[in-house]
């Protein structure tokens, strides 16, 4: 309790110092795979089965509050048509998250999240960023081919990305999987700023204040308070 009361008391200071922390989410992969609908399911609680393609890119924030702390995500939704890459990709600089969506009906856009993920990681510094690969559309399991599956788990691996399969329709996985980006991305955060701010606290060594905050993060949910 005590512990977990001094690491609350730390992460507040700092937040105060820095004021409202935002984190940047930059979504990519394929046209057609569902970014915007995963976002809009997320966001906007809402599921449209008409394809509009993004032009370019688009963003939502998200609030949060996570130990008592208000907290935003900001969410970019970029693109998948070629025509566009070259504007939304002026937007992955300084992405603290890094969704890489591909549609689990469609082994084919599994294979082309390497060279999103390679574009996004090349506008950032190395380990800068997490890593999430996502398959969408899970309610036409039907239509899912196991290899596909096994081939996102060994590929998440290989890139120490975490794996997530989502509906954008059913909402299935959708809400949990942006508690985990808001839990990891605010952690990251709260350690940076603690590190730059508390300079006494970097003498119990980085491991343990990532455990300190891994103990607070388990003891909180991160839930969204509104879109
Ligand atoms: N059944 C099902 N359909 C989905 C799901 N997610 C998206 N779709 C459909 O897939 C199509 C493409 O979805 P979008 O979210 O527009 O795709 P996008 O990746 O944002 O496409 P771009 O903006 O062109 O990059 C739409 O017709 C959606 O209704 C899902 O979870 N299940």
Same mark, same amino acid.
């Given at each position: 309790?005590?512990?977990h009361?001094? !690491?609350r008391t730390?992460?507040?200071? =700092?937040?105060?110092? !820095?004021? #409202?922390?935002?984190?940047?989410v930059?979504? !990519?992969?394929? #046209? /057609?795979?569902?970014?915007? =609908? +995963? *976002?809009? %399911?997320?966001?906007?609680?809402?599921?449209n089965?008409d394809?509009?393609?993004? *032009?370019?890119?688009?963003?939502?924030?998200? %609030?949060f509050?996570?130990v008592?702390?208000? /907290?935003? +995500?900001? *969410?970019?939704? $970029?693109?998948?048509?070629? @025509?566009?890459?070259?504007?939304?990709?002026?937007? /992955?600089?300084?992405?603290?998250?890094?969704?890489?969506?591909?549609?689990? $009906?469609?082994?084919? $856009?599994?294979?082309? &999240?390497k060279?999103?993920l390679?574009?996004?990681? %090349?506008?950032?510094?190395?380990?800068?960023s997490?890593?999430? +690969?996502?398959? &969408?559309?899970?309610?036409? =399991?039907?239509?899912?081919?196991? %290899? &596909?599956?096994?081939?996102?788990?060994?590929f998440?691996n290989?890139?120490?990305?975490? /794996?997530?399969?989502?509906?954008? @329709?059913t909402?299935?996985? !959708?809400?949990?999987?942006?508690?985990r980006v808001?839990? #990891?991305?605010?952690?990251?955060?709260?350690?940076?700023? +603690?590190?730059?701010t508390?300079?006494?606290?970097?003498?119990?060594? $980085?491991?343990?204040?990532?455990s300190? #905050?891994?103990?607070?993060?388990?003891?909180?949910?991160?839930?969204?308070?509104?879109?």
């Amino acid at each position: 309790e005590h512990f977990h009361a001094q !690491v609350r008391t730390a992460c507040q200071q =700092s937040a105060g110092t !820095v004021g #409202l922390k935002i984190s940047k989410v930059v979504v !990519v992969g394929d #046209l /057609y795979v569902g970014k915007t =609908s +995963l *976002i809009n %399911r997320f966001c906007k609680d809402n599921f449209n089965r008409d394809y509009k393609a993004t *032009i370019g890119v688009d963003f939502e924030i998200e %609030r949060f509050e996570i130990v008592g702390i208000p /907290y935003n +995500l900001q *969410i970019w939704d $970029t693109a998948g048509q070629e @025509k566009f890459k070259c504007i939304a990709s002026a937007y /992955y600089r300084g992405a603290e998250v890094i969704i890489t969506v591909f549609d689990l $009906t469609d082994i084919q $856009t599994l294979d082309h &999240t390497k060279q999103w993920l390679e574009d996004a990681l %090349r506008e950032n510094e190395p380990d800068s960023s997490f890593i999430f +690969l996502v398959g &969408t559309k899970k309610d036409l =399991s039907d239509a899912v081919c196991e %290899r &596909t599956e096994i081939d996102a788990i060994r590929f998440a691996n290989e890139m120490q990305a975490e /794996y997530w399969s989502v509906s954008a @329709k059913t909402g299935e996985n !959708v809400n949990e999987f942006f508690s985990r980006v808001a839990a #990891l991305a605010f952690e990251q955060s709260m350690i940076k700023e +603690l590190e730059k701010t508390m300079g006494h606290m970097a003498q119990i060594g $980085t491991g343990n204040l990532i455990s300190m #905050l891994n103990f607070a993060s388990c003891n909180t949910q991160a839930s969204p308070s509104c879109c």
